[in-house]
């Protein structure tokens, strides 16, 4: 017996489509509206750290995911400059324990594919191009819920996967929103040459952080953290000027990345955020998690991997008690709060360092080791 037999989700990212998998193994019936046309995954590649790929492993997907990404071990900070030294090499934590692999990266696209099959094998009816636009919540043990404007029926449950500009956070009167931290992200998909075998990051230089993650034999993702600024129009012939501009100061593995740039690899950009919903996180039949319940920069790269936190414990509670109380909300946010709390602040602390160190070297005081300004291109 499991509290709920029927429930609806918004969302297919990861958050949404991991708490399908879950629900629908246990034999809810679910179904997943999802407002874009078809699966989609822009952003070229992710870092999954152990805790992830722990989930993934609970889901069944492991293997598959662990087929389609990178798997690897470690960190290492280079210097700007022509010859890009590597001047440390940090050991990561295994954040899922020794069974797992501390990192690896996946294209996005690939990490969508898994799960959507995964969630369609187990019985979750996924249905993209629906937007879910409306709930009544009037009954207490009940929601109704409206997909563009037409009532799709009553639900035990709607958990609110939507992402950051959550609609079902909306519906339900939570205020809170993301907010910019004041940085901004270029990213491009490129080919990993042969001697990138883990995350490099690059402080130090015109940007704030210059690094690549690898996602396969063959491919990587490669980014540049600046300073935010409104360049949400940008034209795709300025966006690679920009990075190959922006670049220039990262010698090394960006010489690779920059070929495949002037060769047509396409830049995309867009801003970090932070936020956290305060409990509840849930109003009555109604919960949000993932994005829609909190953000932050991935500076720690644990966006992604909080978000299947958030479905796993969820689909963990409502498969394992009989009903949907304030016992079972209880304790969902007692395991939750203080663990994505912690994610967002610390998150959002590694980038502000950065901004203040940018700021006061700006104003000739105090320099942190990793401000813009320490080391100027070379
Ligand atoms: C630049 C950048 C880099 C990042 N890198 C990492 C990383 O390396 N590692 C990591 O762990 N995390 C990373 N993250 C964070 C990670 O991408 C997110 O935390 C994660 O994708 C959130 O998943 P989600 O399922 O909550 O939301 P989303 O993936 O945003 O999915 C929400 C879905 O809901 C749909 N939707 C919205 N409104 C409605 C509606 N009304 N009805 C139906 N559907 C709707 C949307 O179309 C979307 O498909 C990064 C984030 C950014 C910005």
Known sequence: MTAVRKVAIAGSGVAGLAAAIQLAKAGVEVDVFEAKPELSALGSGISLQGNALRVFDALGAWDDIRDAGYAFAGLNLRAPGPDAPIVAQLPDVAAGGPDYPSSMGIPRADLARILLEHAQ?????????????????????????????????????????????????????????????????????????????????????????????????????AFLVEKAEDRFGTSDEDATRIMLDESRAYGGPWNSIRADLEAGARANYTWFTKHIVEAPWNRNRVVVIGDAAHSCPPTIAQGAAQALEDAFVLTELLVARDTVDQQLWDEFHARRLPRATAVVEASVQLGQWQIDGDRDADAGGLIFGIGKKMAEPV
């Open 121 to 221: 094998r187990a019985g979750a009816r996924v249905q993209f191009g629906k937007k879910i636009t409306g709930i009544d919540a009037r009954a207490g043990d009940a929601v109704e819920l409206f997909v563009d404007d037409e009532s799709a029926g009553e639900y035990d449950l709607l958990i609110g996967a939507d992402g950051l500009n959550s609609t079902v956070r909306d519906l339900v009167g939570i205020e809170t929103k993301p907010q910019p931290t004041g940085m901004g992200i270029w990213r491009t998909f490129v080919s990993r040459p042969a001697e990138v075998e883990s995350t490099e990051l690059y402080y130090g230089g015109p940007v704030y952080i210059a690094g690549y993650t690898p996602t396969g034999e063959n491919s990587m993702y």
